[in-house]
């Protein structure tokens, strides 16, 4: 399977399966795309020749050289995997990472949270360090050979519980010799608590540190604001540039979310970046249809546009030497699409689980309260394993919608919790966000392949 397309004055030919990137002239775009729709080659020298002005023998040069890429793997190639007697729900599987819930309330009232304000649609309540401590217990028990571990602490706001989130590092870091493991912990923080304090514990213990700022502050301040209706804008943006800068800008994310007003989410990326923020991330908001700051279809075509202007705007800030990094624009050309992703997934459900403050298990913090999607608890372990064997499932091969689609070895098949809420079925697919995600892929191939060209030059 091939993908060809055009953007910012490059012709682009993916070749899906090796992951190899050709960047070709007018000509060898042209010729590529008819090999690939099956048409005949002496129609297709005729043709060429005739439309461009050349010379029929150029035109079977150039076909001769493609079928030394094709001979090489590099063109046309095969999904070697995709006939392997694969027996999904009997795959081994570990336990390898786990998002703790350690607080159910927030000082925030984010109008678009999908945890209902931090409270995942139940009662507010913190997590107790003697069942944060039987999760991570939990993990270790059930991660098998697997030496890297890793930890989120999540909420709504984490630093609510901040005590707590101490105390269990300091116990983690007590095993992990004897266990033969390795934590990495990951905070997720709305800012507003952040105090020296935090600062210090996260640059020794937190591995990385994602903060949330939606970009400009009227965007910011109009869905995220305090219990008291102010926005939050200017509490917070000082505290995460002092935090950045004590990390030494390294092991940060600034994770923003676009709605339906602010399609132009292009203008918040810059803005973050022009405060000095340069690991950058933004995502679309996950929310009912019928919400006012939902995307619309009407609004698909616009935010496509957005994330070519970002591609775009991104290859000229780093020829600057201004350049910074958005986190769905970090793709490796060199290996091409990951095997064991094709097979696993993102893992929800199966090697990645949500703890509540409670001690039950959910597949990812987005099935949170939905008791459908009740795994367990980390005393009993995971006993519905009959939904664990559902979940892995949810990979490239296993959905039949992905079949024919180019960017599925990239997605791995998607979000589960996406195509739950938007077809009931966690197998199903997110069309809307699918018609994003390969926006954004067409972007990130386009800028490393540039990037390559003008490294050669």
Request: charged letters at 25%.
């Amino acid at each position: 399977m091939i993908h060809t397309y055009k953007l910012n004055g490059c012709n682009i030919v993916l070749d899906v399966y090796s992951g190899s990137v050709h960047l070709v002239d007018e000509i060898a775009f042209d010729v590529i795309h008819a090999i690939d729709a099956g048409e005949d080659r002496e129609a297709i020298v005729a043709e060429t020749a005739a439309r461009y002005g050349v010379g029929e023998d150029e035109i079977r040069e150039l076909l001769t050289e493609i079928d030394g890429l094709t001979a090489a793997g590099k063109l046309f190639t095969q999904d070697v995997y995709a006939d392997k007697a694969f027996d999904y729900k009997n795959r081994s599987t570990v336990v390898k990472a786990l998002c703790l819930h350690v607080a159910h309330t927030c000082n925030l009232t984010c109008n678009y949270c999908f945890a209902a304000q931090g409270k995942f649609h139940g009662d507010r309540a913190l997590m107790s360090f003697e069942v944060g401590k039987r999760a991570l217990d939990f993990l270790v028990e059930n991660s098998g050979t697997r030496k890297n571990l890793e930890v989120d602490f999540f909420g709504g706001e984490p630093l609510m519980n901040w005590d707590v989130v101490k105390r269990l590092v300091a116990y983690a870091r007590s095993i992990e010799k004897e266990a033969g493991k390795n934590f990495r912990f990951t905070l997720t923080t709305n800012g507003v608590l952040i105090d020296d304090d935090v600062i210090e514990f996260a640059n020794k213990e937190m591995h990385n540190v994602v903060l949330s700022l939606d970009g400009r502050p009227e965007v910011h301040d109009k869905l995220r604001r305090t219990v008291g209706g102010k926005g939050s804008y200017e509490l917070i943006v000082p505290k995460f540039q002092k935090l950045v800068e004590s990390r030494g800008g390294k092991g940060y994310y600034m994770r923003g979310t676009f709605t339906h007003d602010n399609v132009d989410f292009t203008n918040d990326i810059f803005h973050m970046a022009d405060l000095g923020f340069d690991q950058l991330s933004m995502e679309p908001v996950v929310c009912a249809p019928d919400e006012p700051w939902a995307l619309t279809e009407e609004d698909l075509e616009k935010v496509k546009e957005q994330y070519e202007i970002l591609a775009k705007e991104m290859l000229r800030r780093d020829r600057e030497g201004k350049g910074f990094t958005f986190y769905h624009y970090m793709i490796d050309l060199t290996g091409g699409p990951c095997i064991y992703k094709r097979i696993s997934g993102c893992g929800s459900g199966t090697e990645y689980m949500a703890v509540t403050p409670w001690g039950d298990l959910y597949p990812c913090h987005q099935f949170v309260g939905d008791e459908k999607y009740l795994l367990g608890n980390v005393f009993d372990g995971v006993t519905n394993t009959d939904l664990r064997d559902e979940f892995k499932l949810c990979n490239a091969y296993a959905r039949p919608d992905c079949k024919d689609c180019w960017a599925r070895l990239y997605c791995s098949g998607g979000c589960a919790a996406n195509a739950y809420h938007a077809t009931g079925s966690i197998r199903g697919i997110y069309e809307y966000g699918c018609e994003l995600f390969r926006k954004r892929m067409e972007c990130a191939i386009m800028i490393k392949a540039v990037q390559a060209m003008e490294k050669q030059n």
